[in-house]
Structure formats: C-alpha cells, structure tokens
C-alpha cells in the first residue's frame, strides 16, 4: 500500500533506521506503533516535532504547521485528564509534549516528551521480556519521565529557563487560528453546543 510505504519511509528518515522489513511485515498497525524500535531511535524521531519539522541532518520531515499541532495535541494537559486525571506525570508547570505507550502483552511501556529545549524519552521493562504487572506507560515510565525531564531542563541555561515558563514549546505558525468549536461535535460551535472549547485550526478551514 502506498500510505505505508509513505509512512515507513518518513519513519526512516525521521531516524528509525531499524524498520528495515517491507510494509507489508508491519501492517497498518505501523501507523499506531507496532513496530520494535532501540529506545534511541525514537527520543531522535520525537525530537524532529521539537525542532519544528527538521530531522537532526537538517533535512525537513514535515511543515512547521503539522510540527505545531502535534506538539498543540501532546501538550495538552485538559485532552490527557479524560483518561489520566489531572496533576499526573506527564504535567508540569510549563508546556511538555509527552506521549506514553504499552507494548502488547505488557512486556514494556515508555514516556517520551519534549519542550522546545530537550527531548527525553524513558524505557521500562525486564531485560528478560518478562511481562510487567501493574505498570503501563503513565504508572512506570512517567514518574521517571518526569524526573529525568527536570534534570535534564537543570542544565539549560537561566534564559530559556525564563522563555521555557512564558512561551508555548512551538510558536503558532501564520497559517492556523484560534476557532470556538462544540466540545461534542468538533465543529464550529452554535447556540445548540452544552460545551465549547477554543482549538487551533487550519487558517483556511470554514
């Protein structure tokens, strides 16, 4: 299928280099991650939304509008609450966009996020792939997530540290605008909507 392949070969050149199989041995479950990748491979992939779309080599991987919406989608704390709670591992007092996984059969789980200065990304499991008990992405690999991000936002210097508490991890790009929408329907919101909420949308939606 064309869109797999599409999406294995951004994949690749996002910097997971060991989805080395044809599309066809990942399936469409590529596209929700099923495949097996070095913990590395995907903090460097993660690491290109930070960047604004560009992979480390410089090369853009997407536009600076796509990077803005998911990283708008993973740092929002009031979307992660409906099946997180509120004051969880993946909030803190600035904007982090952060995404947790479980492997199936629960042999491993991770957190991986970012802000516009670091990228980290945290594995948990046994090395024996002994199946986990009670541990999923937000109760094992979160709290250390949360730790190792703080540590790793220490080493930033005084500056960034004020820019990091005042500024989102993207800028809004020219081309998306603030919208009204009906919490229920997604759509434009009308007199009929019990809840709205204010979203990014593309500049050009009507």
């Known amino acids: 299928d064309i869109n797999q392949q599409i999406a294995s070969e951004l994949l690749r050149d996002a910097g997971l280099t060991t989805l080395d199989k044809n599309t066809a041995h990942y399936g469409l479950g590529l596209t929700l991650g099923n495949a097996e990748v070095p913990l590395a491979e995907l903090v460097q992939a993660y690491a290109v939304f930070a960047r604004n779309g560009v992979a480390l080599d410089g090369r853009r991987l997407m536009s ?3 990077a803005f919406f998911v990283t708008d989608i993973l740092s929002d704390n ?12 993946l909030e ?10 479980t492997s199936q059969a629960y042999r491993d789980n991770f957190a991986i996020g970012y802000t516009c200065e670091v990228t980290v990304g945290v ?3 046994n090395f024996d792939r ?11 690999a979160g709290p250390i997530f949360h730790e190792v991000l703080l540590a790793a936002l220490e080493r930033v210097s005084a ?3 004020v820019a990091r508490d005042a500024n989102p991890i993207l800028p809004p790009t020219a081309d998306v605008r603030r919208e009204r929408l009906c919490a229920t329907s997604g759509l434009r ?3 009929a909507c019990p809840t ?3 979203e990014w949308v593309p500049a050009e939606w009507r």
């Open 92 to 101: 803190f007092p600035f904007p982090v966009a952060a995404k947790t996984g």
């Open 196 to 198: 709205t909420v204010m």
């Open 123 to 125: 594995w948990v499991g």
């Open 189 to 191: 919101a009308h007199d």
């Open 130 to 140: 002994a199946e986990l008990r009670g541990s999923s992405g937000v109760t094992g």
């Open 159 to 161: 500056a960034a540290t």
């Open 78 to 89: 009031d979307a992660r609450a409906f099946v997180f709670g509120r004051g969880g591992p």
């Open 64 to 66: 600076p509008r796509t």
